[in-house]
């Protein structure tokens, strides 16, 4: 039995979910796998339940009806895993963004460094990001500047979305009052890691953009994530923002 658990949401990532789930399993340390599928019409699904016989007990497949959005996935994900007996709780893109071999260094950050909140981050130690145009870099990194000066949270890379959370951190916070569904789930979270004063540590990762697949960035996630942050800032202020 695996005490750590991936969070694998996917939608049309058929060219990537095979490799990638053996990937995780091949890594020295054992982690067990939850895809949260939202009915990807390239049957994604389908491909994940062909493995669960290779894999089994390991690997496991949660569909939804449709695209729902990638915080609700995480949601319905972390929901999932606090029915268990996992300590440690990850989520991942499908994408090959997130390299699987840094899984294990957010692991020991939290399981051996004390880190409740383990954060795979690209802008720690510079901006490490590969195969993006110099503009979603730029768009990237100031979003993140823009963030850490609105909430005052010590964070450099605040929405990355490979994370490792310890268990007591999902079950503190209320995951049934997240607000968000697009990219700022992810701030969302952590802010609220951080109004909980729960010790947050980013981990120096290299982001590489997907070389297969669709991206399923748009306007209305920026628009979300830009807005959404000042809103979440008030709402704390005036103790208004549950956790």
């Known amino acids: 039995m695996s005490n750590g658990i991936i969070i694998i949401p996917t939608y049309n990532e058929i060219e990537n979910i095979e490799r990638l789930i053996r990937n995780i399993f091949a890594l020295q340390r054992k982690f067990h796998i939850l895809v949260v599928d939202d009915n990807s019409p390239d049957n994604t699904a389908s491909k994940v339940e062909s493995l669960q016989t290779e894999f089994f ?18 949601i319905h994900g972390f929901k999932w895993a606090l029915t268990k007996d996992y300590e440690y709780i990850f989520e991942m893109d499908a994408d090959f963004s997130h390299n699987p071999n840094d899984l294990i260094r957010l692991y020991n950050a939290c399981e051996r460094k004390g880190a409740d909140v383990a954060i795979g981050s690209r ?3 510079g901006v490490n990001v590969i195969n993006w145009p110099m503009s979603r870099v730029l768009m990237s990194w100031l979003a993140s500047k823009y963030v850490q000066v609105v909430t005052g949270m010590d964070i450099h890379d605040t929405t990355a979305g490979f994370v490792c959370y310890k268990r007591k951190v999902l079950e503190n916070i209320d995951l049934d009052k997240i ?9 969302e979270m952590k802010f609220k890691s951080y109004l909980l004063k729960y010790k947050i540590k980013e981990v120096p990762v290299i982001f590489t953009d997907r070389t297969r697949g669709i991206s399923k960035m ?13 809103n979440m800032k008030i709402k704390s202020l005036f103790n208004k923002m549950s956790t």
């Open 179 to 187: 607000q968000f569904v697009g990219y700022a789930f992810q701030i």
């Open 218 to 230: 748009s306007s209305g996630i920026i628009s979300e994530a830009v807005f959404g942050v000042i």
């Open 57 to 74: 007990g390991a690997l496991f497949l949660e569909k939804r009806s449709g695209k729902l959005g990638l915080g609700s996935a995480y």
């Open 123 to 125: 802008y720690i130690t």
